[in-house]
């Protein structure tokens, strides 16, 4: 087998693929039309930024299998087209963690005791020691937003400063947590409050757009310093610079911007400011590192040997695939509604099959299930192929039971999701060949389409409960597309979920929380 190396790589990445018994070929500097001329003739494909993979170059990619970016984002390859190839695509995530880590903590360091305004001035011919007078970490609190793998390296290393280290991240347990010796707080808030650095290391998604804002600042303790080392739009610039002006906020340290290069003039023209031009992968450690993960992923997955780290769904029988195909939806579905209904992070995951789709081989299923459990919270591509990895790197334990049994569906997948401080389960079936429905919900009976936008409400089970929710969504101009309701008894707990007509506001779920009976509710999006 062949791996093509399409821009510069350490030699060592050669040998990695020479060692396993393949064949390196490297040819850097190619055209659109040569890359497309050659592709057909190699197994794998390596390439960093220069080079990119198009749907047009991978039509001729007759015996492509891999394509492996040294590096994390894959926007120079065509995902999509080469998912229907078949093509597996990986990134390398992992190997700038630590380059990121250090580069926070420089920031960290350099806000602290002001060393670039210091330094200016002694090059300005000054000695105003006075002036700069700064502080001292130990003691201090560092409040660590999302606790992956570069916020776990940032909490080891704030520790070793003798820092009381609190973390927010609803998908880390307790006891992964201790490793790196912070505290999990259950609120953001009150991380906020306690902290007197503040560093983000949060993936960007619809919720953490803009996490950082005016309400944020209004909960800091005065005088708070900010870090962030991860996606520009997680903190309001406007915010943060009337934060700063108004003395809220000492310093920030800023390697990331909502635009870059920044446009924001006005608040890097603050002192207060520490700005760098995206450096947090830039050393020449991370970069052979991610080189080199790169020829190993890509020695693994042809060699058989396992997938890690892919953005895509891998090559399998199309005939398997088709098979299960509708439980590997429902099963993300499920692992989505999970997500959004628990809180705290989680500790346990038992899927349990029952019926016809216990005679499938199901790992895939619960891979998907993972898969939906694990997205809307994390920075990373997850999928069926990586899921179980991110899931085992968070403490998650994963079970399955098979069973014979149908209860009283032919086919059913029931997720129950364990975390420090509930417990949750779903259970979902697939009606024909493709119809997906949930039908139970905590251990009510609900027939629910998962899809759209829902809202389920649990609430006592008493007269006009309906028609309060019916009147509500209807005076805010919201359409009830379907509703279910359950419940165990007469006049005890119930559920009920509707799926709605258009968008849904938080002020929308605020407002249905007020409804008489309501003792919670939960939106969620499919």
């Keep these: ?51 990119r993979i198009t749907a047009d170059a991978l039509s001729a990619a007759g015996r492509l299998r891999v394509v492996c970016r040294a590096g994390v984002g894959v926007d120079n390859v065509d995902v999509v087209a080469a998912s229907k190839k078949g093509v597996v695509v990986m990134n390398t995530p992992g190997g700038n963690t630590v380059s990121t880590a250090e580069h926070t903590v420089a920031m960290l ?17 000054k000695w105003d020691r006075k002036k700069f007078t700064g502080t001292q970490l130990a003691g201090k609190t560092l409040g660590v937003v999302g606790l992956g793998r570069v916020g776990f390296e940032v909490a080891r290393r704030a520790a070793a400063f003798e820092m009381r280290v609190l973390a927010y991240d609803p998908y880390i347990t307790t006891e992964k947590a201790a490793q790196c010796q912070a505290s999990l707080v259950k609120r953001l808030d009150d991380l906020y409050r306690q902290s007197d650095y503040i560093t983000l290391h949060t993936p960007l998604t619809d919720d953490t757009r803009g996490l950082v804002g005016k309400r944020a600042f209004g909960l800091m303790k005065k005088g708070v310093r900010i870090i962030n080392c991860a996606r520009g739009e997680l903190i309001d610039e406007e915010a943060l610079h009337d934060a700063i002006v108004n003395g809220t906020v000492a310093g920030a340290a800023l390697d990331v911007f909502e635009q870059e290069p920044p446009t924001n003039k006005k608040l890097l023209a603050l002192e207060q400011v520490l700005p760098t031009p995206h450096l947090g992968a830039s050393t020449e450690e991370a970069q052979v590192a991610v080189a080199l993960d790169a020829a190993r992923q890509t020695v693994d997955a042809l060699l058989g040997k396992g997938i890690r780290h892919a953005v895509n769904l891998p090559a399998m029988d199309l005939e398997e695939l088709e098979q299960i195909r509708p439980y590997l939806v429902m099963a993300e579905k499920m692992g ?32 998907s299930l993972l898969a939906g459990l694990l997205k809307p919270v994390l920075a990373e591509d ?40 509930e417990s949750r389960s779903v259970a979902g079936t697939v009606l024909g060949k493709r119809e997906m429905r949930i039908v139970r919900i905590d251990g009510y009976d609900v027939e629910a389409i998962p899809e759209g936008n829902l809202l389920v409400v649990f609430a006592l089970d008493k007269p006009g409960l309906i028609g309060n929710l019916g009147t ?26 509707l799926n709605l007509d258009g968008r849904v506001t938080k002020g929308l779920v605020e407002s249905v929380g007020r409804v008489e009976y309501v003792e919670s509710v939960r939106h969620v999006s499919f």
Excluded: H, W
């Excluded at 070929?25 to 039309?33: A, C, G, H, L, Q």
């Excluded at 360091?109 to 011919?125: C, D, P």
């Excluded at 969504?473 to 009920?496: H, K, S, W």
């Design 382 to 421: 997850v999928n069926v192929v990586n899921a179980p990895i991110l899931a085992k790197e968070r403490g998650i334990r994963v079970n399955e039971t098979k069973s014979s049994a149908t209860e009283d569906f032919t086919t059913l997948v029931t997720a129950v999701v364990r975390t420090e401080s």
């Design 472 to 497: 509500l969504l209807g005076r805010e101009g919201i359409n009830i597309a379907r509703m279910t309701f359950g419940r165990q008894e007469v006049g005890g707990r119930a559920i009920t979920v």
């Design 336 to 367: 989505i509604l999970e997500a959004q209904l628990m809180q705290g992070g989680v500790r346990a995951v038992d899927v349990t099959y029952s019926g016809d789709v216990a005679k499938q081989r199901v790992a895939l299923i619960t891979s």
């Design 109 to 125: 360091l350099a806000l602290t005791r002001s060393i670039r305004q210091a330094a200016n001035s002694v090059k300005e011919g």
């Design 1 to 51: 087998m062949k791996v093509l190396i399409c821009d510069k790589l350490p030699e060592q990445c050669s040998e990695i693929i020479r060692n396993a018994g393949l064949e390196p070929v490297v040819k850097t500097d190619m055209t659109p039309e040569q890359l497309k001329a050659n592709i057909g003739q190699y197994d794998g494909v390596i390439v960093r930024s220069s080079t």
